[in-house]
């Protein structure tokens, strides 16, 4: 069983830690995440004789409202990942299409567990970024969440994640 706690305390300018800081109500329950080409396209390559792109490491924020998860488009390109699928999505500006796309996706601070992802879809998350934390590049939807248990502990400022 692995656990990740991601803690947002604040501290005091005396140096004390505070319980419910506002970090966590205001960036949201974020992990650090490498997203690279799966598997299976890895072997396609390597069979072609072409070089494997390097991995692309940012941020993921856990979205709960979000049914898949969702890889910003610039590091679909970066990686060179062929459509799997396509999609309708419901957006907030109304209905829009997009790609789906086979990814592996690994969390360093959980020992680099990986999952792979057979429908990521592709969004644009272009310029957004976690203050303190860096590009937010993934939207970790409830078909990755599914394989952990999430426990968001609002007034410590804190969301462990479990696998």
Not at 20 to 32: A, C, K, M
Not at 59 to 74: F, K, N, P
């Amino acid at each position: 069983m692995l656990q990740f706690e991601i803690d947002f305390q604040r501290v005091d300018p005396k140096g004390r830690t505070l319980l419910g800081g506002p970090g966590l109500e205001l960036l949201g329950p974020v992990l650090p995440v490498v997203v690279a080409v799966p598997p299976q396209f890895v072997n396609v390559l390597l069979e072609e004789k072409k070089s494997v792109p390097q991995p692309s490491s940012g941020v993921a924020l856990i979205d709960t409202g979000a049914t898949r998860t969702s890889i910003d488009q610039s590091v679909i390109e970066s990686l060179g990942l062929p459509p799997v699928g396509k999609t309708t999505l419901g957006t907030a500006s109304g209905p829009r299409d997009a790609t789906m796309h086979a990814v592996q996706i690994s969390f360093p601070a959980m020992g680099n567990l990986g999952c792979l992802l057979p429908q990521a879809i592709a969004c644009d998350l272009a310029g957004q970024e976690i203050p303190g934390q860096g590009r937010l590049m993934v939207l970790f939807g409830r078909d990755l969440l599914k394989r952990f248990v999430m426990i968001y502990n609002g007034p410590l400022g804190r969301v462990s994640l479990i696998a």
